[in-house]
């Protein structure tokens, strides 16, 4: 067991799993040493989407077999694959494609319950459009950039190998 949620465990299996399609999607062979070092975060990732499949079940939100094909589909034809590379690709890498399928799920069932909870506060108003509108018109041709984050802990002081030191003539 990495973790138990509210009674619901997250195996090992679970997170080396999620580890080796983090990795996939990163465009890095997942080596066994990478996969321990991911195995922290993803364990939080998988806790949290444990809370929010709770969530989900507990407000009886259905993702339907259909909406998940079609993140699929959609997935597939934005990175130009045929229909089935991403299951062949997942499966080939040793990947299980449950493992994407759960995730997916529960990220389109979350929507739901963000719609379900926030209600209409989540749409926008023609003022907001027109903002946004303005402000996309006003950084028309400026450099953009996209921060993203991506934590892999190293060894602390304590757990770090050593250096070996030869003595000196």
Known sequence: MAAVVNGQVITT????ARAQLLALTMGIHPTPDLIARLAPQVTKQLID????????????INVSDEEVENAISNIEKGNGMAPGGLQSKLEAAGVPYSTLLAQIRTSLGWQQVLHKVLGPGLQPTPGDL?????????????TQYHLAEIF??????????????????
């Open 49 to 60: 989407q444990t809370l929010q499949q709770q969530e989900i079940d507990k407000l009886n």
């Open 13 to 16: 299996q679970d997170v080396a």
């Open 130 to 142: 027109a903002a946004q509108k303005t402000a996309l018109q006003a950084s028309l041709g400026a």
């Open 152 to 169: 892999i802990p190293s060894p602390t002081p304590a757990t770090r190998p050593r250096p070996r030191l030869s003595p000196t003539p």
